[in-house]
């Protein structure tokens, strides 16, 4: 029901959104109008989850699903049947007659064909006078429907009759305006595009005392733009989801594939009522559609969620070996549904709620004594009085909590796997069917060896850098290897030269509205374990057969295994092998009949029984050329799919070309179940012959493969998904420079951004570098393989922006401050031989004024900035000058993710201050005090990094000195981590309540955030602008680095020009754009750079490479390495004093750009650069003659959107930061903070009081900033202490400073105590409640996290992911969820109680404490980086005693209390958590004491 | 690349050359080696740049990043294929290539102290000959017969090429043994012959066909071949046509150079043929590498005294030059070994007159002057400052450059190479040039 078509580059299906759900559930379904009420008062306390379009009034979505009101409709006068003997639901229709009659009798067709009849058509009351424009305008005609007609008999598959009926005439009816909310005779739904407080008003029937139900499921809805249409509000028929399905493309596909064997005897034949799928529809709704599809089939509510949605089931998950099996059995039949969820459910009998496997979404709930039950996003949503409480908890990752409501139950996820593990003898049936390819040995030898090795890898392209810096790395270390500096190549469709197929490929990455994985720290939710075969009878029949699969643990095959898998003979498995080739001298032509031939020969295959097929090029020779093996695959995958024969077997691919890690996710993104490198295993073994490397074969093989399997893990997570089964065929790519025709045909993709080759071009390529092979063979040529010069420059290889003429003349340029030796530069860097960038394709429109009109540089620099380059990755020197220049033009730098020295806030150099004006908060949190933050004139969210988006990044040990680990408040020597995703973004509405957190902290700031240019990221923008952001970075995947893994830098994200266009487009059409400020950046170097990307929407320019060069880098491309010669990115003091830059350099450079824009803009005939932003009319495409050029298509990148008054930003974001809670507690505290005295303040707090404390932290550093300032050290050390009763919203006390002192008595939502800088915080229960605290959450997910100083006690359990990133504050807390203390790197921490799985995962520095009272610890402890030991020392015996004595004091925890009465006995189940790097820097703090003892003992001598 | 940080630990160490005392009496090579440890050692200073300036300024796009790393993992025989890919002939590049390559190398930018590239290349080829890594490559015939007129460095590039891409290539060369300037030229002590006979021995044993003391006039190039290459050089010499040009005494540069070199190749000459600067005062006019060559030359002969004069100013002493910069070659003061083994040095001064008595030369009167910045722009301005004074002298070499020869009309299978098309310069480009032009000619007549 795509409402939205466009010419330019949004595309509907980016869409994202996420929300806030609550459900409440009367235990013994006692039906009351309360419970209705209740539902929507939660809603409405959920709104900040939510978020409204440009008109502020139209909400993205809101709806409730309830039990049928079965007294409600008989007082309406409907003369219904008794209860579940008729069905109801309301409908939305389009609102003219003619085309509401013609669906209407297209129901009342389908019901009477059925033996039913439309008893009636009620007209829902509505009230649209609440509504926004937007909604109005396409508000439909909202009828309720009745159906009956039901015999005795059929009552109990009456439900099914009605789902048969709403699809048949779902299939039937193509209006866009028509849409069935739900058709049952259980529950209804009621939604709409409506705001939470909306739903109320908008549906008068909600209000109606008479209107009851004892169960209610709620939800809001925050989408990324301002289209969201009526039918996509939430629930859907049977569920509502707050997260998003990363894996959708491949479930959707899967799922179109798998219909063919999914008939049951309950639901008949499939393809009445397939598509299972409604199309056009959001992710949230297909995972809707699939879990009511296996309801009505037949399975139970949690077994079908458990089949979509699986936990996690590998050694470190403590489960049991049954219901292992159960999810082993059932991962063969189908890929999970993976991203992050909170689930509620209900079929109006049961309601229950389930998370993902990684817990990325937080539901808590709360049951009372008088058998009421709410679960929400958020704590507080309800008020209850303490004494009614019987029972606090949370869902856990990848756990089933569900209600039968019939029989007043409450079933929790224990009970409930045990009986759906119980269900079949799944164990047994695996262990005697299923085959595992690691287990099988064959005695065949199977030699890796090539002959004519040097002409192969010609012929599959192969050139030294592949050898040398791709293969010999990751067979030596076992991982990939890392490069640096950004990748300034052409793309693949630009370049002249013969392309690897895979080249025309980009990896797409999660930011925002779902968090990347973190892969290695959180290695635990992750498989890549495949079963390939021949899918049976399906899910709907269970049966042993179905297991008949042999079992990869990774899809990366040796020779060998290959050789196995060709030749298991026993059980009946049988494989074809296919060959991959063409008949070269036919061309395009050839290649295009080869692929039929290879499509309905692999059609054949299946029909013959094959369980897998091997494609292989093994057989190319001089007529027949090796095709592709992504095309290949794909055009496989997808044929197969579409004569629904996919899942009936497997596709194994053995080709040539595979090398890289990204060759491996294509294939498997693509289709493949696993796949054989065997040119890359010849390579191996003639290195390893001719003693290039010292390991022997096997164990270069064996790295090589782990590389590439951690690689792949990587690659997965990045998108956030978890195992390989739900990412085969899943499509996270995005490919540029492919025609429309191809992707259409062989790549199941509808759209091209930029149109460009087909299978002409693709067969050349093939063609050239077969001739170019058999050419070398014939003369005999003896040089080694070329440097292709992918990493390197080189004369003749692929060209470089950056180059020897580029470089030096710049340097040159701004050395001297010579304009016309700039000019030169720029001539170099615009006019290439041959086009790099897409801006190269450009030419402008003129129309010349004198340049005197045009506005000066100094107006014209406040547009640059430098790019985010940390305090680490660059040397001291660097950053400074970087600082100054920026200061110095009154333009800005950034500081980077790794903090900023103190320091620097307050002096100056050459009477030019030091302080960065833009502070970067990035996930590891480095630096991050509120001091920094109240110094910063514009705060930036780092979401991705272009160079490595979805990636964490690491500053190895050995660059943090004594500076840096002060600067980044760590420890020196030790590496530092930053996670993959930011653990308090793990949504849109999580990254809008940290842009109000950091508004909170500094109202002053603008908050920026920093996104990478993919397809879609328009979408994310809008939902980033949405969420109250100032200023949008699109970073083009382009950008420089310090450090990324090297197929990160080339393959991941794509060209700024794209993502920046689309971003703008989006913008623009949704009315947002004049809100925001538009900055990109991406290989900028000229004043044609700065014009191009201003015409494509960019009002702010930002530069990190070519800054770097006037500086003094020359390229070398070692920032990793610490050697950079130059004494840019190192930190080594000998290479520092090789620094040859100065900050003028960088004046220079800036001011020489914004005179070269003046000139450009008066040929151009504007005279100021906010003019040109976004006219994309101005711009004129080059021609060209070359042919792989000229199938590029620009008119999506040049569309120009109309809907917004400004095509820049002309207004201000509304923060809504008045009448806050902080505003009363500053008032209160003023007068303290000014004399150093001290006040009490009492406050009842609610969970819509969010980030409580955090302006007045910010209030007080800035009093203590604007002292020091003037040059005033006076010390500010108010007393502020404040209790509060309530259930706190997020953000609790979130970057609380030194002096205030916070006492919360009841409970607290997510990112409590985050970002902590010195402040003090205690939780405990409500005094009246008689729970017991310790087995109770009351504290969310993810506090503490990035805490820097200051103390956190806790009387009771707190979520997942405490601690993360702490690096200086203590804390006790009486029990943890997964992930606690995750890449910790200082303080201390102490669990007194049970912790999550992978508890210290990445831990680098500090000490926690864990009472392991069951002596269990060790398998929750992730013991990678740390030790466990008993508490024996009497230091650490001390400590621990202390921190305990301080719990008791703030929180008077009755546990504390009885481990002080009985201390010797308890220390002794503690065990102390300390990593072994930190460990290695404690003692050699103790060795150092100990000879300055010595030394002042000899000296006293 | 195999140690990332050892320029961090390394210093350059260059071979050097032999002691004074100990060369200064014959014409051996005055450069040592290092040791192929202390080789392996400096190569490891290579820090393979993303961007390597040393390659960009190799007119051959030599690599050095790449064969650096395997002589440094001793993979010699590796290091030479890598290293011959863009250079045909490393033995002389590694002994009289002045290395853009390392002026441009980072490493220079950092501290003044490259990578020593150019004793690399010699060291590699070196070995590879002493190892018999160097054999010919008899390349299958493609019919087409090419003539090259003149057997040096450009000439024997363009027919290295052209004979590995299959053509019948016939080297016509004036002198009676290939070279060029590398034989007529360079003195012995900067490369010995052996190294160039070495050469040719093996281009023979490739099939190339070498005619002697063939005399082409470019007018009348002999028939019979698909394709012609003049390679000819630059024969004539700039003269300094001042009075007293005529005096006995005064002689080109080369008329001394190649002279010694014939004679140490074993060649007879009459006495009163013989130019040597036995017991002379010495003059030489001209401050570039031939004028150092004389002054090396005359040295070994005997002379009584060397005196090196020029007309331009003092170039800049250090490593840098401003005007210049990195990654650019800097036109600073140089200090050959010649210099070092005696001779004054003077800038700014023009020659007026040879002075002679009886015919023979005495002295030349000289002054000095000044450059003044030409108002119009172009060329400065040349102004006498102080008087003329008279430099005594039995012997003048004029080591002065060459003129850019000039050339008919030729046809389209014409091709004209190196010093021949563009003027005096490096041997490094003279290869460079060599090697293209084969390209283009295997281009258009494989069409």
């Known amino acids: ?1501 | 690349m195999g140690n990332p940080k050892a320029f961090l630990s390394v210093p350059r160490k260059e071979a050097g050359y032999r002691p004074i005392h100990d060369r200064i009496h014959d014409f051996g090579e005055v450069e040592q080696t290092l040791n192929s440890n202390d080789r392996r050692t400096q190569a490891s200073r290579c820090m393979d740049c993303g961007v390597p300036f040393c390659h960009w300024a190799c007119p051959l796009g030599n690599k050095p990043p790449e064969w650096n790393d395997a002589l440094f993992k001793g993979d010699w025989q590796l290091a030479y294929e890598l290293l011959t890919t863009d250079n045909d002939f490393p033995e002389f590049t590694g002994r009289i290539c002045p290395a853009l390559c390392e002026k441009a190398c980072v490493l220079n930018l950092m501290d003044h102290n490259p990578t020593t590239n150019r004793e690399d290349e010699c060291a590699i080829i070196e070995h590879a000959f002493s190892e018999d890594y160097v054999q010919p490559r008899i390349p299958s015939r493609n019919g087409k017969t090419v003539a090259v007129i003149g057997g040096g460095p450009a000439g024997l590039a363009a027919s290295t090429r052209l004979n590995q891409l299959g053509y019948k290539v016939t080297v016509l060369e004036a002198c009676e043994s290939a070279g060029g300037l590398l034989r007529y030229g360079i003195p012995n002590f900067k490369l010995n012959k052996a190294i160039i006979d070495r050469r040719i021995a093996l281009l023979e044993a490739e099939g190339i066909e070498f005619k002697y003391n063939q005399n082409i006039d470019s007018t009348k190039l002999p028939k019979g071949y698909d394709a012609y290459v003049i390679a000819s050089g630059t024969p004539t010499a700039r003269d300094l046509t001042i009075p007293g040009r005529e005096l006995n005494g005064v002689y080109l540069a080369l008329e001394m150079l190649s002279q010694q070199n014939r004679v140490l190749a074993g060649m007879q000459f009459k006495n009163n043929e013989l130019v040597n600067a036995k017991g002379k005062d010495v003059l030489v006019i001209g401050g570039g590498d031939t004028g150092s060559d004389c002054i090396g030359t005359a040295n070994r002969q005997g002379a009584k005294s060397v005196t090196q004069i020029e007309i331009m100013p003092k170039p800049p002493v250090g490593p840098e030059d401003p005007n210049s910069p990195w990654p650019n070659w800097p036109r600073t003061m140089k200090t050959t070994s010649s210099h070092e083994e005696g001779c004054t040095r003077r800038w700014n001064i023009n020659s007026l007159e040879f002075l002679g008595k009886d015919g023979k030369l005495t002295g030349v009167k000289v002054q000095e002057i000044t450059w003044e910045p030409n108002p119009e722009g172009g060329r400065p301005i040349m102004k006498p400052v102080g008087k003329p004074e008279v430099i005594k002298a039995d012997m003048v070499l004029l080591a002065m450059g060459f003129l850019k020869p000039q050339h008919p009309q030729f046809q389209d299978n014409v091709f004209v190479v190196g010093d021949a098309a563009s003027g005096a310069s490096l041997v490094v480009r003279a290869l460079a040039s060599g090697r293209d032009i084969a390209e283009e000619i295997d281009r258009k007549l494989s069409h």
């Open chain 1, 1 to 1501: 029901m795509q409402q939205e078509t466009t010419n330019g580059l949004y595309n509907a299906s980016n869409e994202h959104d996420a929300c806030g759900v609550g459900m409440i559930v009367n235990i013994h379904g006692n039906k009351s109008h309360e419970i209705v009420d209740s539902a929507l008062k939660v809603l409405e306390n959920l709104r900040h989850r939510g978020a409204e379009g440009a008109d502020g009034k139209t909400g993205d979505g809101a709806g409730i699903l309830l039990q049928i009101p079965h007294e409600f409709i008989l007082l309406q006068g409907i003369p219904v049947p008794e209860k579940g003997k008729y069905g109801t639901g309301l409908v939305f229709l389009p609102k003219e007659k003619k085309r509401q009659q013609e669906i209407l009798s297209i129901m009342i067709e389908e019901i009477e064909r059925e033996g039913l009849s439309l008893m009636h058509l009620r007209n829902v009351p509505t009230n649209p006078e609440c509504l926004g424009e937007a909604a109005i305008s396409t508000e439909p005609d909202i009828k309720q429907i009745f159906v009956t007609g039901v015999t005795d008999d059929k009552v109990d598959s009456f439900e099914r009759t009605l789902y048969i009926i709403r699809k048949k005439i779902e299939k039937r009816v193509a209006d866009e305006d028509f849409y069935i909310c739900s058709l049952s005779n259980k529950s209804i739904v009621y939604k709409g595009m409506l705001s939470s407080l909306q739903l109320r008003q908008y549906y008068p029937d909600l209000t109606n005392n008479y209107f009851t139900s004892g169960i209610a499921l709620v939800h809001s809805r925050f989408s990324t733009n301002t289209f969201p249409t009526w039918s996509l509000a939430q629930p859907f028929r049977m569920l509502a989801h707050n997260g998003e399905i990363n894996t959708i493309r491949g479930n959707r596909g899967w799922m179109q594939a798998r219909e063919s064997v999914l008939s049951s005897k309950r639901l008949g034949s499939v393809s009445d009522i397939s598509p299972i799928i409604q199309p056009d529809m959001s992710d949230s709704a297909s995972l809707d559609n699939v879990f009511e599809f296996f309801v009505m089939s037949g399975l139970s509510l949690p077994h079908a969620m458990a089949v979509m949605v699986p936990e996690s089931f590998n050694d470190k998950n403590p489960i049991s070996e049954d219901l292992k099996a159960f999810y082993e059995y059932h991962s063969i039949l189908m890929e999970p549904w993976d991203g992050p969820a909170a689930l509620l459910f209900s079929d109006g009998r049961y309601a229950g709620g389930m998370l993902d496997r990684n817990g990325l979404r937080p539901a808590r709930y709360t049951i009372t004594k008088n058998d009421t039950m709410v679960v929400a996003s958020e704590v507080g949503v309800m008020d209850f009085d303490p004494s009614e409480i019987a029972e606090k908890g949370r869902l856990q990752p990848g756990k089933i909590l569900l209600i039968d409501t019939l029989d007043g139950k409450i079933y929790y996820d224990g009970e409930i796997k045990e009986r759906l593990a119980a269900q079949h003898p799944y164990r047994q049936w695996l262990n005697t069917n299923r085959i595992e390819l690691e287990k099988i040995h064959s005695g065949r030898k199977i030699s890796n060896k090539i002959d004519d090795l040097k002409i192969k890898e010609i012929e599959f392209g192969f050139g030294e850098e592949d050898i040398n810096d791709t293969i010999i790395p990751m067979a030596t270390s076992g991982q990939e290897p890392t490069a640096s500096m950004g990748n300034d190549t052409p793309l693949a469709v630009l370049s002249d030269k013969p392309q690897l197929f895979f080249n025309y490929f980009r990896q797409q990455f999660a930011q925002v509205t779902n968090p990347a994985i973190d892969s290695i720290r959180e290695n635990l939710v992750m498989s890549l374990t495949e079963y390939i075969g021949r899918v049976g009878t399906g899910i709907l029949n269970p049966d042993e057969t179905n297991c008949k699969m042999v079992r990869l643990s990774h899809p990366i095959l040796t020779n060998t295994q290959l050789d196995i898998l060709c030749n298991i003979r026993y059980k009946g498995f049988n494989t074809i092998k296919l060959p991959i080739t063409f008949d070269g001298s036919r061309g395009g032509d050839g290649l295009h009949e080869a692929l039929d031939e290879l499509c309905s020969r692999a059609e054949k295959s299946v029909d013959d029984g094959y369980n897998y097929i091997i494609l292989t090029d093994r057989d190319s020779d001089d007529n027949n050329v090796a095709m592709p093996s992504l095309l290949a695959v794909s055009a496989v995958h997808h044929y197969l799919i579409s004569v629904g024969k996919r899942v009936q077997t497997a596709l194994i691919v053995e080709s040539g070309d595979i090398r890289e890690v990204m060759h491996a996710a294509l294939l498997l993104g693509y289709g493949a179940s696993a796949l054989c490198p065997y040119m890359t295993y010849a390579i191996l073994d003639d290195i390893v012959k001719n003693g290039k490397i010292q390991e022997n074969y096997n164990t270069a093989e064996a790295n090589y493969i782990k590389a590439v399997k951690k690689g792949l893990f990587k690659i997965m997570a990045k998108m956030g998904i978890s195992t390989i089964r739900s990412y085969r065929g899943a499509k996270i790519f995005e490919s540029i420079g492919l025609s429309e025709c191809l992707l259409n045909t062989y790549f199941g993709t509808e759209t091209s951004t930029i149109g460009g080759i087909g299978l002409e071009t693709i067969a050349k390529d093939a063609i050239a570098m077969h001739n170019d092979s058999i050419e070398a063979r014939e003369k005999k040529t003896e040089t080694p393989l070329p440097t292709l010069g992918q990493f390197h420059w080189r004369k003749d290889g692929i060209q470089h922006a950056w180059n020897p003429e580029t470089i030096a003349t710049l340097q040159l340029a701004t050395r001297t401050g010579n304009y016309d030796t700039f000019k030169k530069y720029t001539a170099f860097a615009d006019k290439k031989e041959k086009p790099i960038f897409i801006r190269d394709f450009f030419d402008f429109k003129r129309r010349p004024i004198p340049i005197e009109k045009v506005e000066p540089v100094e107006k014209i620099v406040k547009h640059f900035v430098t790019g985010a380059m940390s305090f680490g990755a660059l040397s001291k020197e660097a950053h400074e000058a970087l600082a100054l220049a920026m200061n110095k033009l009154g333009a800005r730098s950034n500081t980077g993710e790794g903090g900023e020295d103190e320091d620097r806030f307050h002096s100056t150099f050459d009477g030019i201050s030091l302080n960065s004006k833009t502070k970067q908060v990035a996930s590891g949190r480095f630096g991050v005090t509120t001091e920094y933050l109240t110094n910063a004139e514009e705060i930036q969210i780092k979401v991705a990094q272009g160079a490595k988006p979805g990636e964490g990044g690491q500053l190895p040990g050995f660059k943090v000195d004594e500076i840096i680990a002060k600067t980044r408040h760590s420890i020196p020597g030790i590496s530092l981590i930053s996670p993959p995703p930011h653990h308090d973004i793990y949504s849109i509405e999580d990254l809008k309540q940290l842009i109000f957190d950091l508004k909170n902290v500094n109202p002053h700031a603008a908050i920026s955030v920093k996104l990478v240019a993919e397809s879609g990221v328009g979408t994310i923008a809008a939902g980033v602008v949405k969420a109250k952001a100032d200023l949008v970075v699109i970073s083009g995947a382009e950008g420089g680095t310090g450090a990324s893994p090297a197929s990160s830098m080339r393959f991941a994200g794509i060209s700024p020009e794209i993502g920046l266009s689309e971003t703008q487009q989006t913008l623009v059409k949704n009315g947002l754009r004049s809100l925001v400020r538009l900055q990109v950046d991406g290989q900028l170097k000229t004043g044609r750079d700065v014009i191009m990307m201003a015409l494509l929407g960019a009002e702010e320019f930002s530069f990190g490479t070519s800054v770097l060069i006037t500086l003094g880098c020359v390229m070398m491309r070692k920032c990793n390495k610490n050697t950079c010669p130059m004494g840019v990115a190192t930190q080594d003091p000998k290479l520092r004093a090789h620094f040859r830059g100065s900050y003028k350099y960088v004046v220079n450079y800036f001011t020489f750009l914004a005179q070269e824009i003046r000139e450009y803009l008066a040929e151009m005939g504007y005279t100021s650069l906010n003019d040109i932003v976004g006219h994309t009319e101005l711009l004129v495409p080059l021609a060209t003659d070359n042919a792989k050029l000229a199938s590029l298509d620009f008119t999506r990148l040049l569309h120009k959107e109309t809907g917004d008054s400004s095509m820049y930003c002309t207004k201000s974001q509304e923060h809504d930061l008045e009448g806050i809670l902080d505003k009363q507690i500053i008032s209160g505290s003023k007068k303290a903070i000014e004399t150093n005295g001290e006040v009490d303040l009492d406050f009842a707090i609610k969970n819509t009081d969010r980030a409580v404390g955090t302006m007045l932290s910010g209030y007080i550093e800035k009093y203590k900033s604007d002292l020091r300032e003037k040059g005033n050290n006076k010390v500010v050390e108010p007393t502020i202490n404040v209790k509060f009763k309530g259930a706190a919203g997020q953000s609790f006390g979130a970057f609380l400073v030194n002096g205030v002192d916070f006492k919360l008595e009841g409970e607290t939502n997510d990112y409590f105590a985050k970002g902590l800088s010195g402040g003090r915080i205690s939780i405990l229960p409500p005094i009246r409640s008689n729970f017991n605290a310790e087995d109770n959450i009351i504290a969310g997910n993810t506090g503490l996290y990035g805490a820097t100083s200051g103390e956190l006690y806790i009387n009771g359990k707190v979520g997942e992911r405490f601690g993360v990133r702490n690096s200086g504050a203590i804390s006790v807390i009486e029990g943890a969820g997964d992930h606690c203390c995750e890449y910790m790197t200082g303080g201390r921490i102490v669990v007194l109680g049970e912790t999550g799985r992978n508890f210290a995962a990445g831990m680098s520095g500090g000490v926690a404490y864990v009472w392991d009272k069951n002596h269990n610890f060790d398998y929750f402890c992730n013991m990678d980086m740390v030790e466990i030991n008993l508490v024996e020392e009497s230091s650490y015996r001390k400590e621990l005693h202390e921190l305990i004595r301080q719990h008791y004091l703030y929180t008077g925890s009755k546990l504390a209390r009885t481990m002080l009465d009985d201390w010797s006995k308890y220390v002794e189940d503690f065990i102390q958590v300390v990593p072994i790097e930190y460990k290695r820097v404690l003692q050699e703090e103790q060795v150092k004491k100990l000879q300055q003892k010595i030394a002042d003992m000899q000296r006293d001598y």
